[in-house]
């Protein structure tokens, strides 16, 4: 490649000094061949560079999510997690049944400690107080963003999300206090777990909803 | 940096290609990054990986979601059909997840994943190399003769870019894929195929001329 089709690309990658720059400008002025390679590289960049994206296959997520293999944890890891992991009670209809048997039983009781003592004033608890809950997720290529949860009963159209500029969807929501359950739905089909969330909890679907808690203020 | 837009403006012959040329000095002198941000989405990256590691799989798909756009297209570029782009996007993710607990916190995420698909381009041309079928050869040299209706598919665009990409040297067409499709700077090339940034720019320079000419010989312009 002679001198100045180096120079021309360097001009192309943005890489010459101010100097350098003038001299192969000053160049390609009085030299019409030299121009019309400038020309026709730039063309070719560009030409490149707007090329179409093509849209990835839909079940492209899913695909890759199912061929996962499962990681085998070491013994020193099964003896932590037995230890410190969070842990998910798996119902049954038994254990369904005596649960609410034992919640009726203990209601009762506490119902009957309060009708007794009359401790607590209902009058004075305050009114609760909504807080603006902004959620992110940076997901560039998606068309649409939503966002479903135990706040608006898990409808997948129920909350769209904004795109911002870079890429990064948001929404701001008002919230109760209160401990909610959600999750991102991308272009109406893949559930997507909050990377930003504060904890996890398996749905029984096989995904892991997000968990938020509001405080009260 | 104005005056050498309109220096360049005014040499550039008039038509569609001055606004090319000068949109395309323009994006080069304004392509600035909100590293802010960047910085922020790399350490919920980490916080992502972590996660992955301590058994919740799940999360894995927010990167996947992320990336898959990239993943998928560069391997489309190199390899030129959309099924094996498919087949080796989702081995790179796949590969990417087995191996991420070599996965080191002072690199991009991204990078780091690119340069996993680009393996896997790799192998598969290689392996397609060893068992080229009679058809594909014949479909190789059937194409090569440019008939009136060749010429007239060939403006469509978006399909003679990639015939034209297919036609460059496997490690030409890499790097001007990811300086140009992808948009990476020549550093963070270095980083990721673990070639010098000098090579690269020697690639890449050689790449275009190819590129030029063979949209010049197949009388592609911009429109």
Redesign the interface.
């Known amino acids: 490649m002679d001198k100045n089709m180096e120079l021309i690309h360097k001009l192309l990658d943005g890489e010459l000094s101010e100097e350098e720059k003038k001299e192969i400008l000053d160049r390609i002025d009085s030299d019409p061949v030299l121009k019309m390679e400038l020309d026709a590289l730039s063309m070719a960049v560009h030409i490149v560079e707007k090329s179409e994206r093509l849209p990835v296959p839909p079940s492209f997520t899913s695909n890759v999510m199912g061929k996962l293999p499962a990681r085998k944890s070491s013994y020193r890891e099964k003896v932590w997690n037995f230890f410190f992991k969070d842990r998910v009670l798996r119902w049954n209809m038994v254990t369904a049944a005596a649960a609410v048997c034992l919640a009726i039983i203990i209601s009762a009781g506490v119902f009957k400690f309060q009708k007794k003592h009359d401790l607590i004033s209902y009058a004075n608890m305050p009114v609760e107080s909504t807080s603006i809950v902004k959620f992110n997720l940076y997901v560039p290529d998606a068309k649409e963003v939503a966002i479903a949860g135990d706040f608006n009963k898990w409808k997948i159209d129920g909350n769209s999300m904004k795109k911002q500029d870079n890429g990064i969807w948001t929404i701001e929501i008002p919230l109760k206090p209160g401990v909610y359950n959600y999750m991102f739905v991308v272009d109406g089909k893949v559930w997507l777990s909050d990377p930003n969330a504060e904890s996890y909890q398996d749905d029984g679907f096989g995904y892991k909803n997000s968990i938020l808690k509001v405080a009260k203020l | 940096m104005i005056d050498?837009a309109e220096?360049?403006q005014s040499?550039?012959?008039k038509g569609s290609?001055q606004l090319?040329?000068f949109?395309?000095f323009i994006r080069?002198?304004y392509k600035k990054e909100?590293k802010e941000?960047k910085d922020d989405?790399q350490t919920?990256?980490y916080?992502?990986i972590k996660?992955c590691?301590d058994?919740?799989?799940?999360?894995?798909?927010?990167l996947?979601?992320?990336y898959?756009?990239m993943v998928?297209?560069i391997a489309?570029r190199m390899l030129g059909d959309?099924e094996s782009?498919?087949d080796m996007?989702?081995e790179s993710?796949?590969s990417a997840?087995?191996a991420l607990k070599d996965f080191k916190k002072n690199s991009k995420f991204s990078t780091w994943l690119c340069s996993i698909a680009i393996n896997k381009c790799r192998d598969h041309l290689r392996s397609k190399k060893d068992t080229v079928s009679i058809d594909e050869i014949a479909e190789v040299s059937a194409s090569k003769i440019a008939t009136p209706e060749d010429a007239a598919c060939n403006r469509q665009?978006?399909h003679s870019?990639?015939t034209a990409?297919n036609e460059l040297p496997e490690e030409y067409r890499e790097a001007?894929v990811l300086k140009?499709?992808e948009?990476l700077d020549?550093n963070e090339m270095e980083n990721l195929l673990g070639v010098s940034s000098k090579t690269l720019?020697v690639r890449?320079?050689?790449g275009?001329?190819m590129?030029?000419k063979l949209?010049?010989e197949r009388g592609?312009?911009?429109g």
């Open positions: 050498l220096r360049i040499y550039i012959s290609l090319v040329t949109s395309f080069l002198m909100d941000d989405m919920e990256e916080a992502i996660q590691m058994g919740n799989a799940d999360i894995y798909s927010v996947v979601e992320r898959k756009g998928y297209n489309y959309t782009a498919n996007a989702q993710f796949i997840y087995i665009i978006g870019i990639q990409l001007v140009h499709i948009g020549y720019k890449t320079h050689r275009r001329e590129l030029k949209l010049r592609i312009s911009d």
